[in-house]
C-alpha cells in the first residue's frame, strides 16, 4: 500500500519549538517509523527555550492556550500575579515535559542546520549540518522535510547598533539582542549591584523591550526605552471571562478573506455592521488604556492599531509590577516617538534621532528578527522552492464590498510591499504536486497550540496522500498565494514590513478560527467545532479538547474514501 510505503520513509523536522514538537508527534501518531527532529540548542522550547526565557518573561496567551490536547497543561506559577497568563517559565517546562514525555530519542540536540538541498538524485532532501559537540560536518537524507524554525529564532540587528559599532565608538557595556536577554540577565544584575547609577537603554516598542524593561525594573535598574511606536493592548478591569476571551467573540469582528456566516456578512458588509465593529475595537482600545492608567499625552497611546495591525499584547487585568504600572510609576522612562541612531563618541551614551544622548552601560536590542529560512537554504533553493519574496502582481480586488475595509490607514511604499508563494502557509506553492516538504509555525496567529496542532494534521494529511482538497496544479497554487497575498495587504496595510518570510505564510490573527476551518475543510473534517446554534456559537469556547480526535477521524476518512474508490 502506498501509505504503508510513505510511513516507512524518513521526515526531518527542522526545530523543536511550539510547531516541531506538535508536528513530531502527530507524524509519530499516524505511524511515519522514522521522524528526526533537529535543533542547534540544547533543550527544546524554540523561542521558549530555558536558556532564552528568565523571570517575569511572559505571553499573550491564558491558561488553556498554546498546549495540545495530548498533554494539559498545568496552571500558571504566577496565575495570581498575571491574571491567569502564561510566563516563559510555564512554557519552558511544558514543552520539555511534552518532549520527555512523546519524543524521547527522537530529537537531535547542538545540530546546526548549514543546508537543505533537493537530494543528488532529484527527490527527497540532503540536509548539511554542523555537530556543535564533535565540530564535525555531516549530510543527513530525508525523503520529506519539516520546517518548522518559526520567525523568532534569527536576531535583527540594526548595523548602527550592533556590538561591533557600539566597540568601534568605545562603548564596552554589554550590547544584547532580546533572545539572548535570558543568558546574559544575570551578568547585568551583578554589573548594576556594583554601579548604583547603573542604566539600561532598551530599544524597541513591543512585547520583548517591555518585558525586559519591567524585569529591570523590578530589580532597581532604571531602564529608558526608545520606539517609534509601540504595540496595542487588551486590557480589562476584571479577568475576561471564556465565552469572550477564548471563544469566537474576537474573531467575528475580525475580517476574514473569507466571511461564511451571516453574523460576519452582516458586521462587514453593511454600512452598520461597520460601525458596530468598528466601535467595537475603538472601545476595546479606549477602555484597555484606561484601565492601564495611560496617560492621554503618554507616547505609549501611539500605538499600532487593533483592528488594522497584529501587533497587539493581552494584558488582563495588568500586573500590578507590570510595564504599563511601572511606567505609570515612573520607574520607566519612555523616550519615544524617537528613534536609536547608534554610539555617542563619549563611549557612555546612545544617540537618538532627535539629537540627544541617552546614557546607558547595557543596551537590549528588542528590534525583531530576520527571516530564520535565508542562513538554511541557498539562493538556487530558494528560488526552487519559491521560499522568497517577489513583487506583489497585479490583482482584482475582490473586497471592494468590505465595508469594514474601506477606510485603511495609509500602506508602505511599493517597495516595502512583497509577496511569498506559501499555499495555506504550509507548502510551497512550487513544490505542491511533489508532497516532500512543508512548514509549520509560518502562519501568524494568536492561538497557536490550536493553530500548530491542525496544520500538523493538514501536514500529515499532505504526506500521506489523502484525498484532500489541493489546487490541482502549480499555476492554481501560484494564483492562491497571490490572492492571499493581495488579502494580507488589504487588510494589514502596514504590517508586512514588520514580518518577515518565516513568519507571514499568512497574517489571520484574530480570524484563526476562520483559518483553521478552512483547514479543516481541506482535510474533509467537520468545521466550528466548538458548537453552538445560531445565536451562541460565536460564544463557544475553543478548545484543543475539540480537536483531539483529528487523527482517528482523518484515519476513518481515509479508510472510506479506500472503500469508495
Known amino acids: 500500500m502506498v501509505e504503508e510505503a510513505i510511513r516507512q520513509q524518513s521526515v ?132 520529506r522535510i519539516v520546517l518548522c524554525t518559526g520567525g523568532c529564532s534569527q536576531a535583527h540587528v540594526p548595523a548602527n547598533l550592533s556590538a561591533k559599532s557600539a566597540e568601534g565608538a568605545g562603548f564596552w557595556g554589554p550590547v544584547v539582542h532580546s533572545s539572548e536577554f535570558g543568558s546574559r540577565v544575570d551578568q547585568i544584575l551583578r554589573e548594576a549591584q556594583a554601579n548604583p547609577e547603573y542604566s539600561v537603554v532598551v530599544v524597541g516598542g513591543g512585547k520583548s523591550a517591555q518585558d525586559i524593561s519591567s524585569h529591570l525594573a523590578r530589580h532597581g535598574i532604571s531602564a529608558t526605552v526608545v520606539f517609534d511606536k509601540t504595540d496595542a ?45 468598528h466601535a467595537f475595537w475603538n472601545f476595546l482600545t479606549w477602555s484597555s488604556l484606561d484601565v492601564l492608567k495611560v496617560a492621554k499625552d503618554s507616547p505609549l497611546r501611539n500605538a499600532h492599531s487593533m483592528f488594522w495591525g497584529i501587533r497587539t499584547n493581552d494584558e488582563g487585568t495588568g500586573r500590578k509590577d507590570g510595564f504599563h504600572a511601572l511606567v505609570y510609576q515612573g520607574q520607566i522612562k519612555l523616550a519615544a516617538p524617537n528613534r536609536a541612531e547608534g554610539y555617542a563618541s563619549d563611549g557612555k551614551s546612545v544617540m537618538l534621532r532627535d539629537g ?37 502582481l497585479e490583482h482584482v480586488d475582490e473586497w471592494n464590498h468590505y465595508k469594514t475595509l474601506a477606510s485603511p490607514p495609509a500602506a508602505h511604499s511599493q517597495r516595502d510591499q512583497w509577496a511569498s508563494s506559501i499555499y495555506r502557509g504550509l507548502v510551497p506553492a512550487k513544490n505542491i504536486n511533489k508532497r516532500d516538504f512543508a512548514i509549520n509555525g509560518a502562519v501568524f496567529i494568536t492561538n497557536n497550540g490550536y493553530g500548530f496542532e491542525v496544520m500538523a494534521h493538514w501536514i500529515s494529511s499532505y504526506f ?74 460565536p460564544f463557544k469556547v475553543t478548545s484543543v479538547d475539540e480537536i483531539a480526535t483529528l487523527g482517528e477521524e482523518r484515519r476513518a476518512k481515509r479508510e472510506a474514501d479506500k472503500a469508495l474508490a
Not at 526531518?12 to 507524524?27: E, F, K
Not at 474573531?251 to 473569507?258: D, K, T, Y
Request: aromatic letters at 10%.
Open 464 to 537: 500521506l496522500e489523502d484525498k484532500m482538497r489541493l489546487p490541482s496544479t502549480i499555476e492554481e497554487a501560484l494564483a492562491e498565494t497571490e490572492r492571499k497575498a493581495a488579502w494580507m495587504r488589504k487588510r494589514f496595510p502596514e504590517m508586512l514590513m514588520w514580518v518577515t518570510e518565516s513568519y507571514s505564510g499568512g497574517l489571520t490573527f484574530f480570524s484563526w478560527p476562520q483559518a483553521m476551518d478552512e483547514l479543516l475543510e481541506d482535510m474533509g473534517l467537520p468545521t466550528m467545532r466548538s458548537g453552538g446554534n445560531w445565536l451562541t456559537w
Open 233 to 277: 493592548v487588551i486590557a480589562a478591569p476584571v479577568q475576561l471571562p471564556d465565552w469572550i476571551r477564548k471563544s469566537r467573540c474576537l474573531a467575528v469582528f475580525s475580517p476574514h478573506i473569507e466571511l461564511r456566516t451571516r453574523l460576519e456578512r452582516f458586521l462587514h458588509t453593511t454600512t452598520l455592521g461597520s460601525k458596530i465593529t
Open 12 to 143: 526531518g523536522i527542522i526545530g523543536v519549538g511550539a510547531a516541531g514538537l506538535i508536528t513530531g508527534y502527530t507524524l509519530l501518531h499516524d505511524g511515519f517509523q522514522n521522524v528526526q527532529l533537529l535543533t542547534r540548542d540544547t533543550s527544546v522550547g524554540g523561542v521558549w527555550a530555558k536558556h532564552r526565557t528568565y523571570p517575569g518573561v511572559s505571553i499573550n496567551n491564558v491558561h488553556g492556550e498554546f498546549g495540545f490536547s495530548p498533554l494539559p497543561m498545568p496552571p500558571p506559577v504566577l496565575k495570581a500575579e498575571t491574571g491567569n497568563r502564561l510566563c516563559g517559565e510555564d512554557m519552558s517546562a511544558y514543552m520539555e515535559k511534552f518532549a520527555n514525555t512523546y519524543l524521547a530519542g527522537k530529537i537531535r540536540y547542538e545540530t546546526e542546520i548549514l543546508d537543505v538541498r533537493r537530494g543528488r538524485e532529484g527527490s527527497g532532501w540532503d540536509v548539511e549540518v554542523l555537530n556543535l559537540k564533535t565540530g564535525n560536518k555531516e549530510v543527513l537524507s530525508y525523503a
Open 356 to 392: 540627544q544622548t541617552l546614557r546607558a552601560n547595557a543596551v537590549i536590542l528588542a528590534t525583531g528578527f530576520s527571516s530564520s529560512w535565508t542562513g538554511i537554504f541557498t539562493e538556487k533553493t530558494i528560488e526552487e522552492l519559491g521560499l522568497g519574496r517577489h513583487p506583489p
